[in-house]
Every structure is written in structure tokens, then in C-alpha cells.
């Protein structure tokens, strides 16, 4: 499907599909100048029908990347700031080339995973610039959770209505590791939170599954032997190859995408003596309900 959008003088907005259920390309803007109204109104509306917008093409700095970003929402101030750009901290790197402190290459993104739901309100959306991208692989896949919900059978379903799960800064039973928080950055991230495990998109109305295996500890009220494979049998069925998008990263490419109905994960399926950085901003989310 393809959409052009004609937003008074500028060049218009030409809006194309990238799957049947997940994600939009997005051409005739640039970013690093001023944007309409009209454009900011077609973008948003975008966003919240196709849950990822890949904009080709921009070529913007830090200062650029927060204003084209803002136009989305408020933005969100993330949890590591180990991370963050020295001149323009709202912004955090994504980068192949640091390492854990006991030396091993620490790929950031890695296994299926929803931003900061350890937040009690969780960011909506996260973008991603590309500022240098090996010369193949590193794609990042999506995989839709509202289509994964509304194919679930009817039963598990009503299983999940009303299920919390406590979400954690790095749950124990996760295989990925995350960079370990410094003592000011625990003070103002929660220990823990608790969200539902289906939430309602407060712009569409959807239901998705909301998981997140870096990050769900247990199921309140329900015992490990009955929550974990609970856990392990949603996600096997949320991440079928028919739920997913994969985007293979083009230099310029800004990627903006929604958290509250999508899982994601990087790739570290490429030569790593290859830089990928990445620059990351998160937009302000609601408590989900
Ligand atoms: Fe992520």
C-alpha cells in the first residue's frame, strides 16, 4: 500500500507498507528542517497504524535527532546513563565496541525484548539513527504483539486477563545480561513493577501480549513451575516468523517504533571488528492498562 500525503508546500509525504502488519517506510521528509503541522499529524497518525516508521534518507545530528524525535512525543530519560552523549544526554549510543568489565563484548539489544518496561510508566516509543552500520547484518527484528494476541485461542486469553507480571531492571532467568546500573542510577530506577501481561493501546484500542524475558521476573500470584513456561509458551508463539518484521538497516535511516505492541531485538550476526553505532531516544509512555 502506498500513501502520499500532501502536507500544504512541503513535498509530499509518500507513506509504503513494509509488511501486512508491521512497519512503514517513509520518504519526502527531511527531518533537519522545519516540519508542518500537517506533516507531524500524518507521521503520528502512521506511527500508531504501522507501529514502526522507517524514515530514509536523514542525515541528522544530535541536536536534530531530539527535535525530529520530539515531534513524536515527550522525551523519556533513560536508565543507564553510562550511555548517554556527553553534549546532548537525552540521547544514549548504541555501540558494538564497548565492553563488560570483565572484557567481553557487550552487544547491546540482543534477545527479544521490550524498552524499560521495568518503568512504571515505560517508554511508548523508541527511535534509533544510524550513524554507522557494518556493511551487512545487524538488522533488527520486531515482532507484533497485537497480531500475537488476537490469533491466541480463546482460552489463553481469558488465562491472561488480569495476570501481572513483575518486571525487574534484569530478571534472573534472562540469558542476556545487561550493563550493571551505577549506585545513582538504582536510586531512581524501581526495584520493581508490575504490569499487566495484555495491555490496550491508548491509541488504536488493541490488546497485545506484553512480555519481555530480559526483564519479567515471575507472575504475581502464580509459582515459577506454572509461571515459567507460561512465559516460555507465549513467547515462542508471540515471535512466529508471521508476526515479525526485520529491518535491514540503510545508512541515514531513522527508525521509530512503539513498545507497547512490539518486541524487538538486535542482531550480533556480523563481523564485530565492524563498527555499529547508533544514536537512541525514548519518548514518554502511560502506565499500561
Ligand atoms: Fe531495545
Avoid at 537525552?90 to 568489565?101: C, E, G, R
Wanted: with cysteine; proline share 6%.
Amino acid at each position: 500500500m502506498q500513501l502520499f500525503e500532501s502536507c500544504g508546500k512541503e513535498a509530499a509525504l509518500e507513506i509504503t507498507s513494509l509488511s501486512e502488519h508491521t512497519g512503514a517506510e517513509v520518504r519526502g521528509i527531511d527531518l533537519g528542517q522545519p516540519v508542518s503541522e500537517a506533516a507531524q499529524t500524518a507521521l503520528n497518525r502512521a506511527f500508531v497504524e504501522h507501529s514502526v516508521l522507517v524514515i530514509r534518507d536523514q542525515r541528522l545530528a544530535p541536536p536534530q535527532v531530539l527535535a525530529a524525535v520530539s515531534l513524536f512525543g515527550t522525551v523519556f530519560q533513560q536508565h543507564n546513563t553510562r550511555f548517554a552523549l556527553p553534549d546532548c544526554p537525552q540521547i544514549h549510543y548504541l555501540s558494538n565496541q564497548d565492553h563488560f568489565p570483565d572484557g567481553r563484548r557487550y552487544i547491546p539489544g540482543e534477545g527479544w525484548h521490550t524498552d524499560h518496561s521495568n518503568d512504571t510508566r515505560p517508554p511508548k516509543a523508541t527511535a534509533l539513527h544510524a550513524v554507522k552500520l557494518p556493511d551487512k547484518g545487524g538488522d533488527t527484528q520486531f515482532a507484533n504483539m497485537a497480531a500475537a494476541y488476537s490469533t491466541l485461542p480463546q482460552a489463553t486469553q481469558e488465562r491472561l486477563a488480569g495476570l501481572l507480571a513483575i518486571h525487574v531492571y534484569q530478571s534472573s532467568h534472562s540469558t542476556r545480561k545487561l550493563m550493571a546500573l551505577s549506585d545513582a542510577n538504582k536510586e531512581r530506577v524501581p526495584n520493581a513493577v508490575l504490569h499487566p501481561m495484555v495491555r490496550t493501546h491508548p491509541d488504536n484500542g488493541r490488546k497485545s501480549i506484553y512480555i519481555n524475558p530480559i526483564r519479567i521476573e515471575g507472575i504475581l500470584g502464580l509459582d515459577h513451575k506454572e509461571a515459567l513456561p507460561l512465559l516460555a509458551e507465549l513467547l515462542e508463539h508471540a515471535t512466529a516468523e508471521r508476526f515479525q518484521y526485520r529491518h535491514a538497516w540503510q545508512p541515514g535511516d531513522l527508525v521509530i517504533w512503539d513498545n507497547r505492541c512490539l518486541l524487538h531485538k538486535a542482531n550480533g550476526d556480523y563481523d564485530l571488528d565492524q563498527t555499529r553505532y547508533l544514536y537512541r531516544v525514548m519518548l514518554q509512555g502511560d502506565v499500561p492498562r
